[in-house]
């Protein structure tokens, strides 16, 4: 389980996971997936929704592209993360738009403004800058 990665007792991040990683997230306790990816993404996986249920964890896909990230996306991603069952995995292809949303919820849960956290995932590289891609 090198895909994965704990960031704290609540939340895990990982890229595409496969349906081993899946069990062994329920047998680790976890009880949800948030998966970032669209359908339409080379790689993504039809099956997830279906086994991850048949584990008995909760399953959600938000399809969420980096270069479309803004605050109304971010907000409904940190909503549905909040949300979920906990411990909970998010997960896209390479993990950024998985950390990129984690830190946000994080950071708004500590009481810094979505717009500061927002900014902070966007000075960490972490998700494009809007305004510059729709330039």
């Known amino acids: 389980m090198d895909?994965?990665?704990k960031i704290n007792d609540e939340l895990a991040i990982a890229g595409q996971i496969a349906?081993?990683?899946?069990?062994?997230?329920?047998?680790?306790g976890y009880k949800s997936v948030l998966n970032l990816r669209s359908p339409d993404e080379q790689g993504f996986q039809d099956g997830e929704q279906l086994?991850?249920?048949?584990?008995?964890?909760h399953y959600a896909n938000l399809?969420?592209?980096s270069t479309e990230i803004n605050p109304q996306i971010a907000?409904?991603?940190l909503q549905k993360i909040a949300?979920?069952?906990?411990?909970?995995?998010?997960h896209c292809d390479s993990a950024a738009r998985a950390i990129?949303?984690?830190?946000?919820?994080?950071?708004?849960?500590?009481?810094i403004a979505l717009e500061a956290a927002f900014k902070q995932a966007e000075n960490f590289g972490l998700i494009e800058?809007?305004?510059?891609?729709?330039?």
């Open 129 to 135: 800058d809007v305004m510059s891609v729709k330039s």
């Open 51 to 57: 086994y991850t249920q048949l584990l008995g964890l």
């Open 19 to 28: 349906p081993e990683e899946l069990k062994s997230l329920a047998q680790q």
């Open 100 to 111: 990129a949303m984690v830190l946000m919820y994080i950071s708004t849960k500590q009481g």
């Open 83 to 90: 949300e979920m069952p906990k411990p909970a995995l998010i």
């Open 63 to 65: 399809p969420t592209r």
């Open 75 to 77: 907000i409904k991603v």
């Open 3 to 5: 895909t994965i990665k």
